[in-house]
């Protein structure tokens, strides 16, 4: 069965860090990028960040960049996603989703529908 699972999710202060760890089983997440999204209560999921299959191309919206770097383990199939800096604002279930590319730049975009593959999600929720 073709899976991603994310994990580290949780209740922290804010200003903490979390570190959200999204691996892959099923399948080798060699040639895809990934994307990272959350979906806040009542709200839409909305992507923020995405991360190029060799790693060397990211893609951050503004809310997030400086603040959540994305990196990946193409050895241990696994991508990151270092969550700093945390606002209450950033409460969520947090996603992560591939999607085949034969261009190892690409870092995707930020649209639902791109995605071949989806999370079950793992929620973070920020106390002020």
Known sequence: QLQLVESG?????????????????????????????????GEEREGGLGISSSGGSTNYADSVKGRFPTSRDNAKNTVYLQMNSLTPADTAVYYCAAVLSLDSDYAGVFAPPE?????????????S
């Open 9 to 41: 999710g949780g209740l922290v202060r804010t200003g903490g860090s979390l570190r959200l760890p999204c691996a892959a089983s099923g399948f080798t997440l060699e040639h895809y990028a990934i994307g990272w999204f959350g979906q806040g209560p």
């Open 115 to 127: 995605y071949d593959y989806w999370g079950q999600g793992t929620q973070v929720t920020v106390s």
